[in-house]
């Protein structure tokens, strides 16, 4: 397989990165200066792209690798992969789910508690030396609050069960109804805003999900209401998330995406009761060994001619 040529558009993961050079001939677009050159030199002997959250596959790369063949994914989030046309030209699509699902709901609940228990907010005075003057503000109780979960996918689950570890009453949106779950089930967002406390977005990334988060939305979760965001930053209509902080009429975010990456809404800085993360949710070695795993795993049975392992496309 050495002669295979799999490009990886941008850093993942050294150890990812190893492995694939063990296999097969990799090809990292961003250590050559002219990138489309770099393409064009390439195009017949790539046969596989690794993508992730920030770089997928859209139509016009597809279009310049006439061999391509799979689009394997660092990553469960697919949405920067043109999937109907991945479908269309015959190109595989795998994604990494169920490694990285405990990480990124501990996540959740850490920005939950973080946001709440002003945990960031508290170091913070601390290393400041504050402490000393006093001052030391009230936070608010996580465990008992009422959860709301948009997306009870493998993430969305998690997410409850450790909740309900907190004693947290579970409520959720999603398309459909699970009756086989004990959980409150709203059928619209804003009724699941305006019945929770904390509302984590944990869906998909797609047409029908980007700004599920809008002003009715926020305004309906309310100045009491907090905000925890582990699925992609266009989940959530941005601008309206940081007037809501900036006015009061939201009680407070924990985000781990957003809609630029890496930028981040300056505003946001100065607010204490935000909490934000580099887009780290599935962040841990082990979590990022195992997703670099599956991506081996894929490309080796694809180009084995064997079933893949989770599979999209
Ligand atoms: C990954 C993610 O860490 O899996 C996803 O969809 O967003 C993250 O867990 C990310 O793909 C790495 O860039």
Partial sequence: MESIGVLMPIPMSPYLEQELEKRFNLLKLWTVPHKAQFIKDHATSIRAIIGNASAGADAELIDSLPKLEIVASFSVGIDKVDLKYCKEKGVRVT??????????????????????????????????????????????????????????????????????????????????????????????????????????????????????????????????GVLINIGRGHHVDEPELVSALLEGRLGGAGLDVYQNEPEVPEQLFGIENVVLLPHAGSDTTETCNAMADLVIRNLEAHFLNKPLLTPVV
């Fill in 95 to 224: 994604n990494t789910p169920d490694v990285l699902t405990d990480d990124v709901a501990d996540i959740a609940i850490g920005l939950s508690l973080a946001v709440m228990r002003r945990l960031s907010e508290s170091d913070r005075y601390v290393r400041s030396g504050l402490w000393k003057k006093g001052g030391y503000k009230l936070t608010t109780k996580f465990t008992g609050k009422i959860v709301g979960i948009l997306g009870l996918g493998r993430i969305g689950k998690a997410v409850a069960k450790r909740a309900e570890a907190f004693s947290c009453p579970i409520a959720y949106f999603s398309r459909t109804e699970k009756p086989e779950l004990k959980y409150k089930y709203y059928p619209t967002v804003v009724e699941l805003a305006s019945n929770c406390d904390v509302l984590v977005v944990a869906c998909p990334l797609t047409e029908e999900t980007r700004h599920i988060i809008n002003r009715e939305v926020i305004d309906a979760l309310g100045p009491k």
